[in-house]
């Protein structure tokens, strides 16, 4: 695949090159709307890293690549505001919430979320996902049909309504809230981001489900009122959070809030985890690498927890290969609020900047042979030489998504019950299974049959991973020094767990390092910090020989 060369010299302030083709008021819609993915690439391949398009009267300007990925996250918000380019989501998170809030209230409104989030509860999440996917799959049988992706979207919505929102979602809400969701999340759709209140059938039903929403939340927040107990959900958590001047949330804002929780991640969620299944039963050979690994660490009936899952890397792979290839958001926009500079080039204030996931893991300098399923490209030595944010499934720099841990948790729960219950094979050619892009979060095509067939055959490996740290000798006689990337951190607190004595996150998710100069007892806990942290924020350095 070749790509323009990004290396030409440019002047300074010149503006991007733009793409050929433009019609009048539509711009490149059509060719945009017929396969988003497509025409960015073709962008790419004929522009380089940086090009502009027209999305009916709006101006475009798409950034692929690292270097170009790098520049659009480390924007700040001042420059790049991601609020402004996120209103298609105002009618369903509601007026004044989140994106549709000033800078300062955003920001508060987004940290009282982040506790549940944080790493002490999500210890308590593996389990009630396991429950979750034991009660979809109980009546199974030996073998039968499903639908994967329906499935995944029925399965994801329960784990994350019964983590995230409480009982009442997931048990005495369960089928209105199903239709609910349903109505709001078919309102996200591509034309709002330029039109979001045409009277259309879908939007109407997009709004009355809003409404009724909120009736509900109003309901439930009345009934937990009188209860003695409180519950440690995240509906409690914005029922109890105030902002910076003492004020509570209100039901509009608190049902906003709890809209976004799940639409954070339950349609990328879903179809990851379709993707999942698919990708490994169109290649065997991988997927008996995976069932090796899972029955030699959980056996037959192991316990599913929080460290365990911390323990299957390959399992762990797979999912990051799949998210490389079927990234659910394929593109990302931020507003130009102030002129935004980058190799050269000026995007002028009152454009919109795009980066891609989609057409940046599939960059044949960055991801060698791209479009092959290689689980390996993960392993600790390809890494050393990755570039970074080269994989960008999850956003990156202060806006990448809070939920990430969350939802790899969830994932890895997931397959480690049902992929050592079952086998699952394609009803259809593999070749049918493919990409929907005519949605804003991005599926495979439905519907999307597989066959399962139940497993008696796990074989459990008595073979022991080598975890010792190759390292350790040189540290301990050089010493080792804590860098964090304040950008990074979002204050999950997975460090103060791991390092207590090294690390401390405040209640507004503030992280400071303890010692300065760490004795070598706590070499140990300080990788695992590293290695644990969602946002990679912490590097440890060992110290040169003197």
Known sequence: MKTANTNKTVSSGQEPPKMPGVLPLLG???????????????????????????MFHQKMVLMTGPEANEAFFRAPDAQLDQSQAYKIMTPIFGKGVVFDAPPHKKDQQL?????????KPMRSYAQVIVKEVEQMIANWGDTGEIDLLEFMKELTIYTSSHCLLGDEFRYELNEEFARIYHDLEKGVNPIAFVFPYLPLPVFRRRDKARVRLQELVTGIIAKRAQKPEKSDD?????????????????????????????????HTTAGTAAWTLLELARRPEQLAVVLKELDGHFGVDGEVTFQSLREIPVLESVVKEVLRLHPPLIFLIR?????FHFKGYTVKAGKYVCASPRVSHRIAEVFPNPEEFDIDRYSEERQKDAKPFSWIAFGGGKHKCTGNA??????????????RRYTFELVNDKDQYQDDFT???????????????????????TEIANTTDDNQDEALENG??????????????????EAPELFQVDDDGSLTVLQENPSLDFLTQARQAEKYCPTKAITINVKNKS
Not at 243 to 265: C, K, N, Q, R, V
Not at 335 to 339: A, I, P, R, S
Not at 406 to 419: D, N, W
Not at 439 to 445: R, S
């Open 234 to 266: 995240a509906f409690q958590l914005l029922i109890d959070s105030k902002y910076d001047d003492g004020s509570h949330l209100s039901a509009h804002e608190i049902t906003g809030m709890l809209i976004g929780t799940i639409f954070a991640g339950h």
């Open 28 to 54: 490149h819609m059509l060719q945009f709307g017929k396969n988003p993915f497509s025409y960015m690439m073709m962008l790419r391949n004929t522009l380089g890293e940086i090009g502009e398009f027209r």
């Open 335 to 339: 507003k130009v609020m102030k002129d």
């Open 406 to 419: 969350f939802a790899m948790l969830q994932l890895k729960a997931i397959f480690s019950i049902l992929l």
């Open 111 to 119: 940290k009282m979320l982040m506790p549940v989030l944080r790493d």
């Open 439 to 461: 949605q804003m979060v991005v599926q495979p095509v439905s519907p999307c049959p597989v066959r399962y067939v139940k497993r008696t055959d796990i074989k459990v490996s």
């Open 480 to 497: 080792f020094q804590i860098h964090i990337d304040r950008e990074l951190c979002q204050g999950h607190a997975t460090c103060m767990t």
